[in-house]
Nanobody, 125 residues
Framework: VQLVESGGGLVQPRGSLRLSCAGSGISLGYHAIGWFRQAPGKEREGVACITSNLGDNATSYADSVKGRFTVSRDNAKDTIYLQMNNLNVEDTAVYYC?????????????????WGQGTQVTVAS
């Protein structure tokens, strides 16, 4: 099983990025997916999650990103996206996607079994 994130990079404040999460050896549609981030010197934190297709793809967001980030699925591509708008310097971190079997989703890292290697997002002017 492998998860691969892509789409990170350098963006100016108030800019946008879209991260992608693709899997091999795993059907993401049957897994809850979480997006996490970790900034230097800080703990990994959950930013968004989406339940599996069996859980109606319900979404949840951390308060710090609510209204700016959107998590979604493309079932045809078996890919999960994190659309990030109105980015600010506090959003700078390595972003990870993770998969958990089952219908429910949470933003607790310990509940996820499979992790990607992360993609760097840097917000700077």
């Amino acid at each position: 099983v492998q998860l691969v994130e892509s789409g990170g990079g350098l963006v100016q404040p108030r800019g946008s990025l879209r991260l992608s999460c693709a899997g091999s050896g795993i059907s993401l549609g049957y897994h809850a997916i979480g997006w996490f981030r970790q900034a230097p010197g800080k703990e990994r934190e959950g930013v968004a999650c989406i339940t599996s297709n069996l859980g109606d793809n319900a979404t949840s967001y951390a308060d710090s990103v609510k209204g700016r980030f959107t998590v979604s699925r493309d079932n045809a591509k078996d890919t999960i996206y994190l659309q990030m708008n109105n980015l600010n310097v506090e959003d700078t971190a390595v972003y990870y996607c993770a998969a958990a079997p089952g219908d429910t989703a949470s933003m607790k890292p310990a509940e996820y079994s499979f992790w990607g290697q992360g993609t760097q997002v840097t917000v700077a002017s």
